[in-house]
Each structure stands twice: as C-alpha cells, then as structure tokens.
C-alpha cells in the first residue's frame, strides 16, 4: 500500500470549506434557499450542494430571479438542467412590472436593476419566507465583496450594514437571527474567478455555452459588446450590429452585459485567459458604472 | 509543456492563508500591491514562456498608485484607511494564497483577531525608521494568542535607513527579545523597501549583506502541511444523511486526526462505540480521510448519532467537561454583563454558558495582567466558564479546531466574545518535547534560554568572586551583600571556603595543589548555578594568580567579577576570628598565605576595595552591580 498523502491541493481545500458551509447553514436554518443565477459561479455552487449531501438529495430548493431580461440562451440552459437533474427549482420574477413594461432601454439600467432584480429577489425572499439564502458572490469579484463575512446579516428589510458586520472567526458561524431577519450565505466567499474555472474543467461541470468564445452578432456600445439577443433591442442599435469572436466573462441581463473579444472556445483556452487577464470581470458589467461605489449601494439596498 | 499538463500541474498547488499587520503608515498596502501584482507578471510570464510567439505585454515602467487598488468601502475611501477585515487573492506557479489585511488601529483588534484566526502566517510589518514600537508588540501578541505557527517581520522602509545592516539588526535583536516568552515557534526577518520592491518578489543588490529569502520565495516554500494536527481524531457531527430508511451517514469535516475504514470509533456524548463502515463522498470512496476534509462518514452497527455529537477514537478522546479555562476576546460594542447567560457555539454544539469568574485581564501593550470587573471592547482576559451541558474539547494550542468557541447574545444575537480553551493541567503537565529541543538536550543545553531567565529574575547570572588575605574581612562583605541582595530581590547562591570544604571538599587540604583542586570545583559549581540563572557570591582566599585566572576562564571572563579586599597582614592577624594564624605561627598548619606561602596581589580585578573601610565596602558593591545592569538588569 501507498504511504498516505495529507497533502490537500487549493481546490480541494476550498470544496472542502464551501462543503461545510453549505451543510452548516442546512443544519441550522429553517429555511434556506439557494439562489441560482445560471452563471458559472452558481453551477459551482449546485455542484458543491450535491456533494454535500451525497448519497441524500439537496435539502433546500434553488431560486432563480428572472429579470426577464436574461439572455435566451441562459433560459434554455436552466430548464434543462433543472430538468435533467431534478433539481426542486423555483423561479420568481417581479410580476407586476413585467407586465408594466420594465426594461433598461425603456428605464434606464438603474430603474431596471432595482425593480427586476433587488425589489424581485425581495419579494421572491418574503414570498417563501426564506431565512437564509445561499448566493454566489465571490470576495474576489469587488472591492465591496472583499469585506464580505461569509455569514451576512441582513434585517428585516434585508439591508446590509458594512458598519456593523458580525466577527467571524475560525469557522464557526454565528447563525441566530430573530423572525423576520435573515443571512445571506456565501459559501464560495475565497474562490476566485481562475479557481471557479479550474474546478469547472476538473469536475467537468456543464455551463451556458455563451462563456464560449464563437462569432455571434453583437453591437459595440461604448467599447462593450452587447449581444443582439432578441428583437426587444431597438431597431436603430441593432442596425449597428457586426459579427465578432466573442465570448461572456459573466452573464446577467443582456442588454447590461458586454462581451469580451476571445478566441478562448474550450475550457482549457478559458483558464489560461484567466491566468493572464489583467482586468477585473466586473468591467463587463455595465450596471456597475452608474454612479461611485454602486455595487456598495445596491447591497446595502439588500441586493446580493 | 502542452497547456493541459500545465493547468493539471496549476491546480495541484496548495493554499496559504497569511495575515498582514501594521499600520496605514508602514506600507502594508504597497506591500500587498506588489505581492498581488508583482507575482501576477511573474506568473503570466511563465506561462507565455509556454507558447512560442507569445505577445508580451510591457508592464514595466506603469506606474501603478497600489493602495488605491486595494481601497474599499466608500466609508473607508472618505477616510483614507482600511477599518475592517479585507480578503485578497493572489496566485504564482507553485502556490495559492489568501490574504487578510487588517488595520492597525487599537480599537481594531477585533478585526485583526478575526483576520487572524484562519491564517497560516502573519507578516507583521515595521517602518525601520520607528523600529519596535508598541502597535508591533500588540500585534504579535495577538498572533500568539491565535496561535500562529509562523511569523515573519517585514522591516520595511529600510531605503529611508540607507540600507543599513546595523539598524536591521538592532531591530530584529529588539524584536527576538520581546517575542521569545511568547513560544511563536517559527519567526523570520525581512529587510525591505516596498516601495522600491525590494526583498518583496525579487533580492535586492542595496542590500548585499542580506542572504535570507526574498518575501516572495519565502512565502512560496514554507511547509505548513505539518502544521495541521493529524494525530487526535475529532469529527463533529454537522448533519445526518438520509437518503433512504436504511442508510444513514454522518456528514462533517474532519477538525483533526486521520480516520480510516475499519477504524474503531466512539461517539461522544453517549460513549457507544462502533467501527467506520465507509468514508463516502460524492467522488470516491477514500480509505482514509484527514483535516480539512469534508466527509460523510457510515457506521457498521445502527447507532444514534444526531448533530453535535463528536466521532473519536475510544484511544484518544478530547476532554469532556462543562467547565473550563479559556481566553476572551471581548468583541462587541457593549461591555460584558457577568449576569448574561450567553448563547455558546463550540464545533457544531450550542448550548448556553456563563462566566464563573474573570482571573485576570491582560494589557496587550505591556503583557501584564490586571485584574477588571467586566470586559470591554477589545478587551482580552482570562476567564472560566461553565456550560448548560458537556463539551467535548482540546485546549486550543493543541488544537485550534476544538479549542475555539464564539459567545452569542441571547438578546441582541451578536457575536459578543470569542474564546480559546486552556488546557487547564498544562502548567503540571511538561509540554511534548520538540525536535530542536531534543537536540537541545542531548548536547546538554537548557530549554529556557538566557534572555528569559535574566528577565525572570531581573539580574545578570554572575559570580563575584572576592579574594583576599584570611581575617581580610571577606566573608564579613559577602554575608552582608547576601543579605541586602536577597531583601532587595535577587535571587543568590553563596559559597565561601568553610561550606564548601565541609562536604564537596572535605578531602582537600591547604596544600597548593589541593587548594587549587577545591577551587577548581567551586568554579565548576558556580558556572553551572550561572547557566540557571543565579547570581553567586563567593568567598575565597584564592591566592594564586594562575588558578584564578583558572576560575575566570572556567566561568567565563565576562560573567567573572573578581573583587579585592586589600588589607595588610597586621590588620589580618588582628581581624582572624578562626586562630589561623596563631595556629600557623605555633607550626600546626602549614600553607598559609602571608605565613609561609604567598599571596599574588591581583592585577585585573573589577573593584579594589579597603579592608579597613568596611562601612563603605557593601555600598561599592551596590553602586558597581548597578553600574554594569547585575542587579537589577533593567
């Protein structure tokens, strides 16, 4: 026999950590919820769930937040896996204002955000009454993430307060909340975006083939790519688009995310990109250029 | 190398977690910057080696602001400094790392304890120009008490110091002196300019007299696997695995120690044993399992095991106790009320406690212990607890995965204290012996070294040796300084020529060679009481030149005071209360310095002192110990 090696590798340690997290949080809420953005950092984060309590079934049921916006290929991905995989899946969006007509090139990427996205994810929350909520936000992402505790208080307005965070030391996790307060969860808080793609080529993990570089009709909006997705974009800023080697850092609402140019069409192309990328994923995301520190704002609102 | 064998090689790399301390005025931002950023270029050049016609990119000569990069919160971007816990990422070849930056401001040591509390390693920065100052103490005081195997000083600036070896030095001589009580096993010393990106990822040529590891290489290589403890098995329950009636495993992370298949188990607190059927995870079925794995174990027999509940082995189980001694940090905004039942999270147990007693307070800037009432913010004490049920623990040195517990506000749910477990019989136990110290000991060496025995007892280990003629009034001075020494607070051994000949030379008589052989082995003795710490007194005619230049050599010249009580024969002869010379004169004994044997007048002597003056003679003593820090050393 083998001397038996104690030697962990990064990825390892870190599933490990996201493992124990996760079944912390199932052990000791009452109501999680896990909530599931069909990016590749929430197909890390299904992945991790299914680990943790294999052979057993996940215990909590996944949520995701329709925006409406969403590109059509990130729809299609997520109904089929939920299909294929069984996962007990609940999909919310704001109602009222998709049937007002609520879009960003109708209102602004702001008023968007905030009605289709946060006022959604809030309602969705208190519509189920959840008391934890699992999301997918790495510290890595933004400057604002970086301070993130892994257990994140939010009151019963689901506000965050940056001022007045909970110690958390060790990983022993402060789970008592009074009714009506709630956490966000980030169970995969100390991965970065090279150890999210690295554990997705090692676990060989299905993602929304738009993270593939391919030529696709996109128009150049200000240096961002944005992708022609469906006839909702206006006439005279679709007239402008071109085909072009394209693929998503990340993927949010269409008409919000810009894509970057790559020739990167296989997963080992996409790690080794990241291993050289100078500029932060976040520079695809258009909503974060509003106004200074938006991304601190919109959490304190109670976004993600 | 193809680019798949290089990301399979990549991703086999292992995790560092390191802390940084110091303040906004040191450089710690520039420091990180350049790790972060610095290492990136390194890292991306590697791998564009990789590819023949890669386009590389210049990156030098960008002049880059490294603390705006690392700016967080708005708040904090107002004030221009960071107040909380940040986490950063970086990456090269041959590892991973994770970095807790936290600030040095008094009223964080919350964050720092935080920060702190998952790391491998802290790098503690010093502005070469201010040296050790009493932030860099605090510091380090809190990486001891969250047991940090591995520190390493950055002695940063050190371009403002003209690169100078001497103030390095002096800095890191300042540091060991402080850091030794603390039992921080491993600690290295960096001199470097962030700035100019010296010593930080590449040696620098303004330092050639450095021959160490830059931080970088330094970082990269340390070994920290050993660090983790394999030896005690503790598995504590998270949560029960059901997927069917029949099955059920138990799903947890491995806190410490190895468990295998077969391996026979006791779960705690019912004490029922059984044996691990399987070690079961999504991937594979290991036949083994070690920290920081998250598992799910299965059991042969059907035994109730429900969260909380700790899987050991019956041959190595933790103490199981609902009291026990631990050390506090005070967290919260609102100072302590000793009358609240707090809410205890300890492995995946809660349950409530209360404090029984505060011992003692410690003042992190001095490390001395006072006593307090109640705890404050930031405050860190020594108290003992007691829980509303058992705990099943490890003391924290031992263990930092079951000797770690948070306090919880029953009222306003806040983490209001987090506390590490004393080993409560540690100061009757001996600690297990390390490798070093082994060698330690068969070379003859003692386990406490000099600095610390000479800040115990507050004096230098020294022999004052005072020679002169028989009835010159030696014995007279040396009694006397005793005394006074003891009631001052020294802590003294006396020898003089009557004891010793009673019992260690009782077969010597006073002929030169025996003489010389009776002094030969007071010398050993007081060398030996020297290595322990003592400060000794000794009163010995010693006539001889040669022998006591012996003695000095045998002490050691520099621990070696020899003191001179000049006095002529008549003033002796009137003075003898022992009859020597009477007996001498009649021809009863021989050997008798200034009868029928010489006595060397000594030439290199610390102190000549008048054997007829003798009200001044104790007072000399004093004033000449002070003088040259004997007694008292500081």
């Known amino acids: 026999m083998n001397k038996p090696s104690y030697h962990i590798n990064n990825l390892r340690e870190l599933e490990a950590e996201s493992i124990h997290i996760i079944r912390e949080v199932a052990a000791e809420f009452e109501n999680p919820v896990m909530l599931y953005s069909i990016g590749k950092d929430s197909s890390v984060m299904v992945r991790l769930a299914e680990k943790a309590f294999y052979p057993g079934k996940v215990p909590f049921p996944l949520m995701h937040i329709d925006s409406k916006w969403k590109f059509s290929e990130m729809t299609a991905f997520r109904d089929k896996y939920a299909k294929e995989m069984g996962w007990n899946l609940i999909v919310h969006y704001n109602k009222k204002a998709f049937e007002e007509g609520v879009g960003p090139y109708t209102h602004g990427s702001k008023v968007h955000t905030d009605v289709m996205k946060t006022q959604a994810l809030l309602e969705g929350l208190n519509k189920y009454k959840f008391d934890a909520a699992f999301g997918g936000a790495r510290r890595d992402e933004e400057k604002s993430r970086a301070k993130e505790r892994i257990y994140s208080f939010r009151d019963k307005f689901h506000q965050w307060d940056p001022k007045n965070q909970r110690p958390e030391l060790w990983d022993i996790y402060n789970a008592k909340v009074q009714k009506g307060e709630s956490i966000r969860v980030f169970p995969i808080s100390n991965w970065t975006e090279l150890d999210i793609w690295q554990y997705i080529r090692l676990e060989n993990i299905p993602i929304v083939p738009l993270y593939y570089a391919k030529m696709r009709l996109v128009v150049n909006v200000d240096g961002n790519f944005i992708l022609v997705d469906d006839d909702r974009m206006p006439k005279e800023m679709a007239a402008k688009a071109e085909m072009r080697m394209i693929r998503f850092r990340t993927l949010g609402c269409y008409p919000l995310t810009g894509a970057i140019e790559s020739e990167a069409d296989t997963i080992e192309k996409i790690v080794e990109e990241m291993m050289t990328v100078t500029k932060s994923e976040r520079t695809t995301r258009v909503i974060d250029f509003d106004q200074e520190a938006s991304m601190e704002q919109k959490k304190r609102e109670g976004y993600f | ?634």
């Not at chain 2, 329950?237 to 188990?265: L, M």
Request: hydrophobic share 35%; proline share 4%; glycine share 6%.
């Open chain 2, 1 to 634: 190398m193809e680019i798949t064998e290089f990301l399979d090689q990549d991703q086999k790399k292992d995790l560092l977690r390191l802390l940084t301390a110091g303040s906004v005025d040191d450089g710690k931002s520039t420091l990180i910057g350049r790790l972060l950023f610095d290492s990136k270029k390194l890292y991306e050049d590697q791998l564009s080696a990789l590819e023949r016609d890669s386009k590389r990119e210049g990156h030098a000569g960008e002049e880059i602001d490294y603390a705006l990069l690392l700016d967080g919160l708005k708040a904090e971007r107002e004030q221009g400094i960071t107040i909380d816990v940040a986490y950063r990422y970086f990456s090269t070849a041959k590892r991973k790392f994770i970095i807790a930056d936290t600030p040095g401001h008094e009223q964080y040591t919350r964050n720092m304890v935080t920060g702190a509390s998952t790391a491998n390693l802290a790098i503690i920065l010093i502005d070469a120009r201010k040296g050790v100052i009493t932030q860099t103490k605090r510091h380090t005081f809190l990486v001891s008490l969250l047991g940090i195997k591995h520190v390493a000083l950055a002695v940063n600036k050190m371009d403002l110091m003209d690169y100078s070896e001497e103030a390095y030095n002096k800095i890191c001589d300042d540091y060991k002196e402080f850091i030794t009580p603390l039992g921080i096993p491993d600690i290295r010393f960096f001199p470097m300019s962030a700035l100019k990106g010296e010593n930080v990822v590449d040696l620098s040529d303004k330092m050639p007299w450095y021959h160490g590891k830059s931080m970088l290489e330094y970082l990269e290589t340390i070994h920290i696997t050993s660090d983790r403890n394999f030896e005690d098995f503790r598995f504590p329950v998270q949560y029960v695995v059901r997927p069917g009636h029949d099955y059920r495993g138990f799903a947890g992370k491995v806190s410490s120690g190895i468990v295998k298949q077969g391996d026979d188990i006791m779960v705690l607190p019912s004490g029922i044993t059984s044996r691990i059927k399987e070690i079961v995870t999504y991937d594979d079925s290991p036949s083994y399992a070690f920290p920081p794995q998250s598992v799910t174990l299965t059991l042969e027999n059907e035994v109730d095991v429900s969260r909380g509940d700790m899987l050991v082995h019956p041959s190595n189980l933790p103490i199981i106790s609902r009291h026990f001694e631990a050390m506090l940090v005070w967290m919260d905004e609102k100072p302590m009320d000793l009358n609240t039942q707090f809410l205890i999270k300890h492995t995946t147990n809660n349950t409530k406690a209360r404090i029984d007693s505060i011992n003692h307070m410690v003042n992190i800037n001095t490390l001395e212990n006072f006593d307090a009432k109640t705890f404050q913010l930031n405050e860190i004490g020594n108290v003992t607890l007691t829980t509303a049920k058992p705990l099943f623990f490890d003391a924290y040195k031992k263990n930092r995965q079951t000797g770690a517990f948070i306090l919880i506000d029953p009222r306003t749910h806040h983490t209001v204290a987090v506390g590490m477990i004393i080993d409560k019989t540690s100061a009757h136990q001996t600690h297990r012996i390390t490798e070093v110290e082994l060698q330690k000991v068969a070379n003859g060496e003692l386990l406490i070294d000099p600095v610390q025995k000479e800040k115990r007892f507050n004096q230098k280990a020294h022999t004052l040796w005072i020679t002169g003629l028989h009835g010159s009034g030696k014995n007279e001075l040396a009694y006397t300084l005793y005394r006074e020494l003891f009631q001052q607070g020294a802590t003294i051994i006396l020898l003089d020529g009557k004891s010793v000949r009673a019992g260690l030379s009782r077969e010597l008589d006073y002929s030169p060679s025996d003489r010389a052989e009776h002094l030969r082995r007071v010398a050993h003795m007081c060398r030996l009481l020297n290595d322990q710490g003592m400060l000794v007194i000794c009163s010995f005619v010693s006539p001889d030149n040669a022998v006591r230049e012996q003695i000095a050599e045998i002490i050691g010249p520099n621990k070696f005071h020899l003191i001179y009580l000049k006095a002529n024969l008549d003033f002796c002869i009137s003075n003898d209360q022992y009859g020597i010379y009477e007996k001498a004169n009649r021809g009863e004994i021989q050997h008798i310095p200034g009868i029928d044997m010489q006595y060397d007048i000594p030439q290199n002597t610390q102190l000549t002192l008048n054997a007829m003056e003798k009200s001044h003679q104790a007072e000399t003593v004093f004033q000449y110990l002070e003088k040259n820090n004997i007694y008292p050393a500081s």
